[in-house]
């Protein structure tokens, strides 16, 4: 090749080269009211690690008050002491120096005044005395990320490419796990990409028998999703990022009420409870994570960057025992579990079977044919159906021992079951599976003897509109009378239920049987929100508030109450964001995803007071979240008594029993509960866009056409004003397919 044409070559690089980073530079803004935030991040990823911290300034990020260098191996409460006697240290200095007395100075004072900029007024040194932050390293864990990240990262991009998600968002990963699949967040967040529940179960199965947002190739197709639906909504990718952590609503939120779609003004002038520092700092710590990553060598030197598998994929053509199919294709059981995450415990430990059309990851093997290994396994150790869940509604007082005795299980089994963990609290009223051993016969025959709802009674709890359903067919089906269905409801029009509604059931707790017609709860894990910050062998007891146990100290072990059946009243509230981002044993921001993510709904209280009207809701729930009477919110608003709130309406509520933050979080969790239970029952394969012509009604299109709920048309149409939506518009429709109790789209 000519020397002419070498230098064509290398001209041509360097072309694509600048193109491309001047592409990112507008995909990814860097302003300048966040590079102290972008320097923050990259220290803390690259110069510390989980031995130590910084004791900083969380608005001036530039401000590095110390180094912590803790001893190997600190407790917990070891290290929270060191950093609260530093804490407190730097306090002092910051309220003298905040004083008038600055004549005489000593050596460590005139160094943290230094610390700050020469104009820096004594009013912000006394704001400063009150908010130092711990942040601990994560250089370690960094480390390791980045040599984890070579098993998934071309996969990753690959799958961003197709979805047209740009490939810098690889690098998210960093922020949130490590490249950690097995990450749990304490706030229930799990896998590469910290999906919480809420959010995972828009874009993936998710239950006792798989659990997709622990698999590191399926989750990635769901956070490619997520961030392409941010993004075709918000139409920025720094705010289509932040969103991921802080959800969409209120990323959108934030767009309104400053009027700017400029990450840098957001994060400087945005104010908000919930708009915290985790979710102000997402975006900056992306930022840093990319630079990192990019140049790796230039912070930690050669790495061994691990290689992906060579692995394939074989769709299961039958259910059948996990045992089974290891053998059948000579692969050790625990190495067929190390390559599917997604298949929890309940299939590994022969409760449940590996589903038919699960897509199994297996070591690729030139000679091998795994499809043609699965074909031989014989008929007797092939199912056409999943081992059927017996459930049990949860009666005030009952403890898992006493459930697990009652149908002759072990507790162990009834946890694993339920992805409980070994302290996770069960309260009244929630569904746990019971597990159907190989044979059946035990738990059957233990189901069999327990005493059964009669016919003619109606089943407690909630129940999932289907396609096809009216309120008369649903009341005849559960022996219900049709007007306190509606009662229970508050619904005025009978003939205005839709698919994925969630109507509540009057009636009393029992067995359960029918799976995929009851809300079934979700289980919380709470105990070391609830219990005191003890020993775990100090003794705690069960007092009784209107017949449901609470949790307090007196005489009987931790182990036994945190299987104790607790009433909703009972649950603590929402974590505090800010609590779950300051924990200092936690993965820098990855714990604090948004409840419902995804959703573009504002669910929060306006500061006059006023909420904006949700589909779904009524005002039975305002009145119940607010603890008062319905008649009083009707007073308020001036509504007769004949008159529904409106979907879009904006009306006010009274907070005289209930703050605003509580009302909230009920809210949110209502919410989180009826989407919960409708993407048990439906998945989205696809988005229509559907242009109006003249005469079309969006209403009747959802109902009648795609058979989408109005609030899940809503949200793939945040903008749009479905009472008056003229020809030619283009509507988003998600396209459904249910999911039937065997776990396969019909």
Request: hydrophobic letters at 45%.
């Amino acid at each position: 090749m000519s020397v002419r044409k070498v230098v064509g070559l290398v001209a041509l690089l360097l072309c694509a080269t600048t193109a491309a980073a001047q592409e990112a530079e507008v995909l990814f803004p860097r302003p300048a009211e966040l590079m102290p935030a972008v320097r923050f991040w990259t220290r803390v990823y690259t110069e510390i690690d989980t031995s130590s911290g910084f004791l900083h300034d969380p608005v001036n990020l530039d401000v590095v008050y110390e180094t912590l260098r803790f001893a190997p191996n600190p407790s917990p409460r070891e290290r929270r002491r060191a950093t609260a006697r530093a804490t407190e240290r730097y306090s002092a200095i910051l309220t003298q120096l905040a004083s008038n007395d600055r004549s005489a100075l000593s050596t460590e004072q005139a160094r943290v005044l230094a610390l700050w900029p020469a104009d820096t007024s004594r009013a912000e040194l006394r704001a400063a005395a009150g908010r130092i932050r711990f942040q601990l390293g994560q250089a370690d864990r960094f480390k390791a990320g980045l040599e984890r990240s070579g098993r998934w990262k071309s996969y990753i991009e690959q799958v961003f490419a197709e979805k047209g998600v740009p490939r810098e968002l690889a690098a998210l990963p960093h922020v949130e796990s490590s490249f950690d699949p097995t990450a749990y967040s304490k706030v229930g967040a799990a896998g590469l990409w910290q999906f919480t529940r809420s959010t995972g179960l828009r874009y993936l199965q998710i239950d006792h028998i798989v659990d997709e947002r622990r698999d590191p190739f399926l989750s990635t197709h769901a956070a490619a999703q997520l961030l392409s639906d941010n993004y075709s909504v918000i139409h920025s990718w720094p705010l289509a990022i932040t969103a991921y952590n802080h959800g969409l609503a209120g990323m959108r939120r934030a767009v309104e009420r400053e009027s700017t779609t400029d990450i840098g003004v957001i994060v400087r002038d945005y104010k908000s409870r919930i708009f915290g520092f985790a979710s102000r700092n997402f975006y900056a710590a992306f930022l840093a994570a990319v630079e990192v990553d990019r140049n790796y060598e230039r912070y930690f030197g050669p790495l061994d960057v691990d290689m992906p598998e060579d692995l394939a994929v074989v769709v299961t053509p039958d259910y059948m025992e996990a045992s089974t199919i290891a053998k059948a294709l000579n692969v050790p059981a625990s190495e067929l579990q190390r390559l599917n995450p997604a298949l929890m415990e309940t299939v590994w430990a022969s409760d449940k079977l590996v589903p038919r059309g699960f897509e199994l990851r297996v070591p690729a093997r030139p000679d091998t044919d795994a499809a043609t290994l699965l074909a031989s396994v014989p008929n007797e150790a092939r199912f056409a159906a999943q081992r059927p869940d017996v459930q049990h509604r949860v009666r005030s007082g009952e403890t898992l021992s006493v459930i697990a005795q009652r149908y002759h299980i072990s507790v162990a089994a009834l946890i694993r079951a339920n992805g409980l963990n070994n302290r996770g609290f069960i309260r009244a009223g929630q569904v746990l599976n019971l597990p159907q051993a190989a044979g059946g016969a035990a738990v059957m025959v233990a189901a069999a003897q327990a005493p059964e709802p009669r016919g003619e009674e109606p089943p407690g709890g909630e129940y999932v509109v289907q396609r096809g359903d009216s309120i008369d067919r649903i009341a005849r089906r559960f022996g219900i009378d049709q007007a306190e269905l509606l009662s229970a409801n508050d619904i005025y029009d009978r003939n205005r239920i839709y698919v994925g509604q969630v109507l509540r059931l009057p009636g009393e707790d029992g067995v359960l049987q029918d799976a995929a017609q009851v809300l079934p709860a979700v289980a919380v894990a709470v105990a070391d929100t609830l219990l005191p910050a003890a020993a775990a062998d100090e003794p705690i007891a069960v007092a009784s508030i209107a017949d449901e146990p609470v949790v307090t100290v007196a005489s009987v072990s931790a182990a036994d109450v945190s299987l104790v059946a607790l009433s909703d009243d009972a649950l603590p509230a929402a974590l505090d964001v800010e609590d779950a981002e300051s924990d200092p044993e936690s993965n820098v921001l990855a714990s604090t995803q948004a409840p419902l993510a995804a959703d573009p709904s504002d669910y929060t209280v306006a500061a006059d007071g006023t909420i904006e009207v949700q589909d779904v809701e009524t005002l039975g729930h305002y009145a119940d979240w607010l603890e008062i009477r319905t008649q009083r919110l009707r007073d308020v608003n001036g509504m007769p008594f004949d008159r529904a709130v409106v979907v879009g309406q904006r009306i006010s509520l009274d907070f005289s029993n209930v703050d605003a933050q509580t009302f909230e979080q009920r809210r949110i969790g209502y919410h989180e509960q009826q989407q919960e239970a409708f993407f048990r029952a439906y998945q989205i394969v696809d988005i229509r866009e559907h242009v109006i012509r003249p005469g079309q009604s969006v209403w009747v299109l959802a109902q009648r056409t795609y058979n989408v709920p109005v609030w899940l048309l809503r949200q793939y149409n945040p903008d749009l004003d479905l009472e008056h939506v003229n020809p030619g518009t283009v509507v988003k429709f998600p396209h459904l397919e249910r999911i039937d109790a065997e776990n396969d789209a019909v």
